[in-house]
């Protein structure tokens, strides 16, 4: 089955850039969706087929991805920033959605 | 604005089956797919199931012999049942509307506890 690898945590100062990586073979062909989970809330869509924006969330947000490895960036990360983030994609062959383990972003 | 709630016991006994229920408003539960989700204390998010207006399902393979997922359009909702729980099912759980020209979900509910303890 497909595998998405993502790094448990990532720390960075307020006003920087957060990137936060999912893992995948040869995810870049993949759509990829990215959710942010604050503690105790529901998770929330940030990012969708790789780099688009629901309604309501700050351009800030943005995602890439090629080759094995896409990428959720967060710029001027603020400290409303910290939560879990998962990436997501689909798997075909079995038609049931794959996430990564989750990476908890720490605002310093 | 598309809204999702789950309701249910937070208390099921060991070997009981759990039964959840999402009660959906601001969408018609004819014209998408609903899925279930759970999160277990401090773990990430597992996929459950999903299901289609239809009464199409696929599930987890993990919790397939296990699981029953139902829509009721009458009532714009939908179903969980899982069934000889343990304490290992203990996890809030979430319904979700899945977009199915993108794959992603894009509607939550606010999720519920559910412990399994005698």
């Known amino acids: 089955s497909y595998v998405l690898t993502q790094p448990p945590s990532v720390s960075v100062a307020p006003g920087k850039t957060a990137r936060i990586t999912c893992g995948g073979d040869?995810?870049?062909?993949?759509?990829v969706h990215w959710y942010q989970q604050k503690p105790g809330q529901a998770p929330v869509l940030v990012i969708y087929y790789h780099n688009d924006r629901p309604s309501g969330i700050p351009e800030r947000f943005s995602g890439s991805s090629s080759g094995n490895t896409a990428t959720l960036t967060i710029s001027r990360v603020e400290g409303g920033d910290e939560a879990d983030y998962y990436c997501q994609v689909w798997d075909s062959t079995n038609d049931q959605p794959v996430f990564g383990g989750g990476t908890k972003l720490t605002v310093l | 604005q598309v809204q999702l709630q789950e309701s249910g016991p937070g208390l099921v006994k060991p070997s009981d089956t759990l039964s959840l229920t999402c009660s959906v408003s601001g969408a018609s539960i004819s014209s998408d797919y609903w899925s279930w989700f759970r999160q277990p204390p401090g773990k990430g998010l597992e996929w459950v199931g999903y299901?289609?207006?239809?009464?199409?399902?696929n599930y987890n393979p993990f919790l397939r012999s296990r699981v029953t997922i139902s829509v009721d359009t009458s009532k714009n909702q939908f179903s969980l049942k899982l069934s000889s729980v343990t304490a290992a099912d203990t996890a809030v759980y979430y319904c979700?509307?899945?977009?199915?020209?993108?794959?992603?979900?894009?509607?939550w509910g606010q999720g519920t506890l559910v412990t399994v303890s005698s």
């Open positions: 979700a509307r899945l977009n199915k020209n993108w794959d992603f979900f894009d509607y």
């Open positions: 299901v289609y207006h239809s009464g199409s399902t």
């Open positions: 040869n995810i870049g062909s993949k759509s």
